[in-house]
């Protein structure tokens, strides 16, 4: 038995058939659709040497695009940012970048290390996590020997006279 499916991405339209009972199938191929994918070359996490994506964002997008059935159709960003908010802007979009791309539909995917926050979310779909990179600050552990000067080290001989004299 024949099943349609009618697919919708923004402005795309796919109408495809299925055979089978597999549901699965029938919620991850997406037909062979062709995405205009945005994205940023950056270290280790995604790159594009013209022909497919390396890195850990680009490998993870390569393996869903074998698994979902889809092309995809490239786009650096337009200038090299990955999205932050313009004040001030005089055009429809708030944000410069991958996310002002994806805002204004001149791509339908980013493949970036990109985080999430609530700016982002209001104009743009994420969708979950790939990876979890927290933050850390390395600093030099500090001598056994606590040293009173330590207090008073950071500032020139102008600040230490104008402390002792003026508190």
Same mark, same amino acid.
């Given at each position: 038995e024949m099943t349609k499916i009618k697919a919708q991405f923004d402005e795309i339209n796919v109408v495809g058939e299925f055979t089978g009972d597999n549901i699965y199938n029938k919620r991850t191929d997406l037909l062979g659709i062709n995405l205009k994918v945005g994205y940023k070359n950056y270290g280790l996490m995604t790159k594009f040497d013209g022909n497919i994506f390396t890195g850990l964002m680009g490998?993870?997008?390569?393996?869903? +695009? /074998?698994?979902?059935?889809?092309t995809y159709t490239t786009v650096q960003s337009i200038d090299g940012q990955y999205g932050s908010q313009?004040?001030?802007?005089?055009?429809?979009?708030?944000?410069?970048?991958?996310?002002?791309?994806?805002?204004? +539909? /001149?791509?339908?995917?980013?493949?970036?290390?990109?985080?999430i926050d609530l700016a982002r979310v209001q104009c743009a779909d994420f969708g979950g996590y790939i990876i979890e990179d927290p933050s850390h600050a390395v600093i030099l552990r500090p001598d056994r020997n606590l040293l009173f000067s330590a207090y008073f080290s950071p500032f020139n001989s102008v600040s230490k006279i104008s402390l002792l004299f003026f508190s």
């Open positions: 490998k993870t997008f390569e393996t869903l +695009k /074998e698994q979902m059935n889809f313009v004040e001030g802007n005089s055009s429809r979009s708030k944000f410069n970048g991958l996310i002002g791309m994806l805002e204004r +539909k /001149e791509i339908d995917i980013a493949v970036a290390d990109l985080s």
